[in-house]
């Protein structure tokens, strides 16, 4: 199995193919040229503002990495699941501002499986090539509880005509496309008669309107007017969306475990270095057991989280077929937990230096915060882990 271990804060690789360890070198060697300073992360997030930089999007999936799990018939390089999280796992460490490229693997995974063939050559092409896509299915009176969604596509003439809101949409400002998941028919079962469509932004009565977050520019209510799409721009069967979705939660799972393991990694390497650094009653303040403690606590847990991360991977990649509902939820909750803890920790231990806007770690925790809440909150996982137990 491939994992990742750090050692001393510097992460070193085991377990990796040589094609793998050459993978991660130049991603790491790209965001140490590209995004290595703070005045470079300024200037391509409009300071912090715009999580998400197109033309630095555009420029790594022209180097194939963001096509990297994506069929090659389709454009992508044809790898796995480990070298997808690899790929997640290091631009997130590198604070490389292409965030939305998780909303892009996530909506690629429900399209290669459900799909049809004109639009896998359409859509996972186009993110192989840069462009981003998003998924839309949160509304305000929907979020943990799918089955609840209103928002209705009917079929009408050969198009669907789409009435709603969607809230919450990370990434739908810079998309080419929504996944919407909207209902297209009533029955007594409310997981029933859910579908999947690809939406165009561009659609003639679509509108986006930016959220503002504690971390930028990142979400958006979604608004639906009578909006036409041509029917083939269904994903998989209609009235099967929920089946569908479950389908895809490892995927979605596993796609923020690899992104919040990146951001726990570097957080704890930002405080690791601070706390080399600075001295205080004439020696460096990682030497004081009170620190030194809670950073040991701290990387063991990120260890922890790596495994589960990898584990999943390298076993889906064994078995496409797997559900691993238990172990992906147990890989997210840990890891998402793990990135706000080393966040929080890292802003503790740098003292008024973490808390400034002129450092990173201030940024590192508005980041770390929300993935314990998109993509199935904490809450959530210790639910779908519960039941796993027969509670």
Not at 11 to 16: K, M, P, S, V
Not at 187 to 199: A, E, L, P, Q
Not at 290 to 304: G, M, W
Request: charged share 25%.
């Amino acid at each position: 199995m491939a994992v990742l271990a750090s050692q001393s804060g510097a992460i070193t690789l085991r377990g990796l193919s040589d094609e793998q360890r050459a993978f991660v070198e130049s991603i790491r060697d790209f965001a140490a040229r590209e995004v290595g300073t703070r005045e470079q992360r300024d200037r391509l997030t409009d300071h912090g503002l715009n999580p998400h930089n197109q033309e630095l999007y555009e420029r790594v999936a022209g180097l194939g990495w963001i096509g990297v799990s994506i069929a090659e018939e389709y454009g992508g390089s044809g790898g796995g699941d480990v070298d997808m999280c690899l790929m997640l796992e290091e631009t997130a460490r590198g604070l490389i501002p292409i965030q939305f490229v998780n909303v892009s693997m996530i909506t690629a995974g429900a399209v290669e499986r459900f799909g049809s063939e004109a639009l896998k050559h359409e859509l996972l092409g186009g993110i192989a090539r840069g462009r981003p896509e998003s998924i839309a299915m949160s509304e305000p009176g929907a979020g943990s509880d799918v089955g609840a969604l209103s928002c209705r596509a009917e079929r009408v003439n050969g198009t669907y005509v789409i009435n709603g809101q969607k809230t919450w949409i990370t990434g739908a400002h810079v998309a080419d496309h929504l996944l919407l998941v909207c209902r297209t028919e009533r029955t007594g079962d409310k997981h029933d008669g859910i579908s999947m469509i690809s939406v165009p932004t561009d659609a003639e009565g679509l509108e986006i309107r930016g959220i503002e977050t504690m971390a930028g520019r990142e979400v958006n209510d979604v608004f639906f007017t009578d909006c036409r799409v041509p029917a083939d721009r269904l994903i998989g069967t209609e009235g099967h969306g929920w089946t569908q979705l479950m389908a895809g939660l490892n995927h979605e799972r596993l796609i923020i475990a690899a992104q919040s393991l990146g951001w726990a990694q570097r957080a704890f390497d930002d405080t690791l270095s601070y706390v080399k650094e600075r001295k205080q009653f004439g020696r460096p303040i990682g030497s004081f057991q009170a620190l030194k403690h809670r950073l040991a606590d701290l990387i063991a847990e990120i260890e922890a989280a790596r495994l589960l991360v990898y584990d999943v991977a390298a076993r889906t990649d064994a078995d496409p077929s797997l559900t691993l509902a238990r172990e992906a939820s147990i890989a997210k909750l840990k890891a998402s937990e793990v990135a706000k803890r080393a966040a929080l920790e890292g802003m503790q231990m740098m003292g008024g230096y973490g808390y400034a806007v002129e450092y990173d770690m201030e940024h590192q925790l508005r980041t770390a915060l929300a993935t314990t809440i998109y993509g199935g909150a904490s809450e959530i996982q210790r639910e779908i882990i519960g039941r796993t137990l027969g509670l």
